[in-house]
């Protein structure tokens, strides 16, 4: 069963868009910019440059009119498109995608009328869209690739089949003698050989260039992990801890939801260390870390290992009184485990102490949150150890 989800999962990482998320609103604006001095002194005028040598040489120059005429249209279209995309208030967002898969679209239609006009639908058109998916893919996002791949594929199939079907002919302004040389083959056969073509180049890159991009997420989420890990325990180390404190407090000021935190420190660790040496300290710290983080169902709580034998707890949107009970789970929990104590302290199992604070003040600052959860837990071990206390 093992072999078989580990299959599956590496198969999914050909086609989800693991790790990609939202595009920024920044990288929109990168879009258009590249598309206005990019894009268009390239792609489209290099179009047009070829459209007008093409209606000199036509022996039927109102269809090289016609061709023209939508370029024209498609080209002011694209122009329009992009200024407001990167003009657009960043609240537009919705409509910002809009313009972005409008862009994709024009970009590979100017293509395709190019290349209709050439006879020519195979490689160079197979060449500009894996292009095109790459560009969306590595700068982008997942779903700007995969649309241009999709309008991509029916773009040349469509136009294939409606060569097959007579409506088109390629290169309708050319004369027979200068068509590209690939057309001496079987008419009939060609245009199934560009479906072919396109579908597989297009299938091909996307395909590898997704998975390429997902390693390489998963290698920096890796990477990310290992310097926000407490190597011995497991748990998020101090760092971390103090970057998503201050990132939870702001968020419940905004809110108005209350934050709640738990201050976590293991009774007489020192006496165990001295009493049982430190190899059985550091395991004695991977059972509790594990407990601790068992009890957390919420994916939004966070535990970490404050330092040594102390941990931290963050409730978001948790009340005093709700982070009580939490904390008299864990509590109850670290008991349960029946970890043998020190005889010098009197106790027959290991236990924790724990000191607990609330915000919801607009006031309140991380370092005040953590002063006032701290002052809770010298309560509670100056009142005996082994129990809870609160702090307004």
């Not at 694209?78 to 994709?104: D, H, R, T, V």
């Not at 948790?318 to 864990?330: D, F, H, N």
């Amino acid at each position: 069963m093992r072999w078989k989800e580990m299959t599956v999962q590496n198969l999914q990482e050909f086609f989800i868009p693991l790790g990609s998320f939202p595009v920024e609103f920044r990288k929109l604006r990168v879009v258009a910019l590249v598309r206005l001095f990019l894009i268009i002194p390239t792609l489209f005028l290099f179009t047009l440059h070829s459209l007008l040598t093409m209606k000199t040489q036509a022996h039927a120059p109102e269809v090289m009119d016609r061709i023209i005429l939508t370029w024209g249209f498609m080209a002011l279209l694209y122009l329009l498109s992009n200024l407001a995309l990167y003009l657009l208030p960043e609240n537009k967002k919705k409509l910002s995608f809009s313009l972005i898969y409008l862009g994709i679209i024009l970009e590979l239609g100017t293509n395709q009328l190019l290349l209709y006009s050439l006879g020519s639908l195979t490689s160079h058109a197979t060449l500009f869209i894996i292009l095109t998916v790459v560009v969306y893919r590595v700068f982008f996002d997942f779903f700007s690739s995969l649309f241009a791949a999709i309008s991509g594929v029916l773009f040349f199939s469509i136009s294939a089949l409606l060569e097959v079907a007579g409506i088109i002919t390629l290169a309708p302004g050319l004369p027979e003698a200068i068509q590209h040389p690939i057309y001496t083959g079987d008419p009939s056969f060609f245009p199934l050989r560009i479906i072919q073509a396109v579908i597989l180049g297009i299938f091909t890159a996307f395909i590898i260039i997704n998975f390429g991009m997902n390693q390489a997420h998963k290698l920096e989420n890796t990477l990310h992990n290992l310097s926000m890990k407490d190597g011995l325990t497991g748990l998020f180390n101090r760092r971390y801890f103090d970057q998503q404190l201050l990132q939870e407090l702001k968020r419940a000021q905004r809110s108005s939801n209350p934050l709640t935190l738990i201050l976590i420190d293991i009774d007489f660790f020192k006496n165990f260390n001295d009493q049982f040496g430190h190899l059985r300290g550091d395991d004695c710290l991977k059972e509790i870390a594990s407990s601790l983080k068992s009890c957390l169902q919420r994916p939004g709580d966070i535990i970490a290992r404050y330092g040594g034998e102390e941990f931290a707890v963050i409730l978001p949107e948790t009340s005093l009184e709700k982070g009580a009970l939490v904390a008299e789970k864990l509590r109850q929990k670290i008991v349960a485990l029946q970890i043998p104590a020190p005889p010098s302290t009197g106790d027959a199992w290991v236990t924790i102490s724990l000191g607990l604070a609330s915000s919801n003040s607009e006031e309140d600052a991380p370092e005040l949150l953590l002063d006032r959860a701290d002052l809770a837990l010298y309560q509670a071990k100056e009142k005996g150890r082994n129990r809870i206390e609160l702090t307004a």
